[in-house]
């Protein structure tokens, strides 16, 4: 566990743990006191042993909070020295970037498409309300139909995401999507483990009716569900070669893959849209980016193409959407000008340094293995 979130932890469990009491708790029955003192004394009733019992638990709950305040202090001084040691370079100082009604605007509508994505509606028709701002309609009901058919799949109820992919067909096929193929496995599966005693007949008759269209891309995995019924029941399953079929994962699975097509056919991110700001500004992008610019000033050069980094921002793997290809000889990314070239044995560089590395005759020695081929039987590699 990193260090701030140790501290954090500590900060939260100082809530109703520590040394002394929570100060509310102390202050109420400090104010109860003083209440029942208070009466007291406009009954007649007070005496000096009144006062001074008052005032006993006047300094008794005074050094509670302080211990308490000490312990909040502590844990935030600590908190404060970790996270200086965890984020040793400062962050980046920007001009106001949201300045312009464009810009602004901006912002707040990827604000509200956040809120519909993460399924905070009442949130969100407050924030459109108050930000003045105007989303479709036809799209706030695709969103709230999105989060209901994933209620649905958390519960174990595949029917509306089973009428979606039905629907939506043609889009799943046109992306090679297995959306459609893995929830009809997975009612499948759930039919086939749920009866006590082992009845394997309503699954057989379910698999018979529906993952006949898959067979022909889905052959292997098909039989494998045909053939898994020979290791019933569940327990005989999960010692046997089909052990990965029992596996809750093939069910959990189910949320993440549905929300990527259903937002892609949207044609959005499978991802919240700040929670991408977050996860590569946050992560590291942003400083890496102020280093560099602080580099180039120093060096009083400027980046040699416009719409490309010169340093190499850390991504996480979800946020890799496509690879690029990097010559490991010049260190130069590939173009659709310099584009990868593979060799007879396998290992991949750039055109330019394909060709700077030939010899009379046009053969080519591999930089990495003793191999020489010709430089006309190397292919071009897509990525």
């Excluded at 005496?47 to 006047?58: A, K, Y």
């Excluded at 992306?175 to 193929?181: G, H, V």
């Excluded at 496995?185 to 269209?213: F, G």
């Amino acid at each position: 566990m990193d260090a701030p979130l140790k501290e954090t932890t500590k900060l939260e469990k100082l809530s109703g743990k520590g040394k002394s009491y929570p100060n509310h708790e102390s202050i109420d029955s400090l104010l109860s006191a003083l209440h029942e003192a208070k009466a007291q004394v406009l009954s007649g009733n007070a005496s000096e042993q009144t006062f001074d019992q008052l005032l006993r638990l006047f300094e008794a709950k005074k050094k509670e909070m302080e211990d308490r305040q000490k312990e909040l202090y502590a844990c935030l001084s600590r908190l404060g020295k970790a996270l200086d040691k965890k984020f040793s370079s400062p962050m980046p100082v920007y001009s106001n970037l949201f300045t312009s009604p464009d810009s602004v605007a901006a912002l707040e509508r990827t604000i509200s498409l956040h809120l519909l994505r993460t399924g905070h509606f009442e949130i969100a028709e407050a924030f459109l309300r108050e930000a003045s701002i105007q989303i479709p309609a036809e799209l706030c009901s695709q969103f709230m139909e999105l989060h209901r058919i994933l209620k649905a799949i958390q519960i174990q109820d595949l029917g509306p995401a089973l009428a979606w992919a039905n629907k939506n067909r043609h889009f799943l096929q046109s992306r090679s999507s297995p959306l459609e193929f893995y929830l009809h496995r997975s009612q499948y599966l759930r039919l086939l483990l749920s009866s006590y005693p082992p009845d394997p007949l309503p699954a057989i008759s379910y698999a018979n009716a529906t993952l006949r269209p898959f067979f022909d891309e889905h052959g292997l995995e098909c039989k494998r569900l045909m053939a898994c019924v020979a290791f019933l029941p569940i327990m005989k399953l999960q010692n046997s070669p089909y052990a990965d079929l029992a596996s809750p994962s093939l069910h959990s699975e189910l949320e993440p893959l549905f929300t990527k097509e259903y937002c892609a056919s949207l044609g959005m991110s499978r991802q919240e849209p700040l929670r991408i700001v977050g996860d590569i500004g946050g992560g590291g992008a942003l400083a890496r980016i102020e280093k560099g610019r602080k580099v180039m000033r120093e060096r009083k050069s400027e980046w040699s193409q416009t719409d490309e980094l010169p340093i190499e921002v850390p991504l996480p793997p979800e946020n890799r959407y496509h690879s690029i290809f990097a010559c490991p000889v010049s260190k130069e990314q590939a173009t659709e000008q310099n584009p990868p070239m593979m060799m007879t044995c396998g290992h991949v560089i750039n055109r330019d340094s394909l060709q700077k590395l030939s010899k009379n005759g046009g053969r080519v020695k591999c930089p990495y293995c003793p191999t020489e081929s010709q430089i006309g039987s190397a292919l071009r590699v897509y990525f």
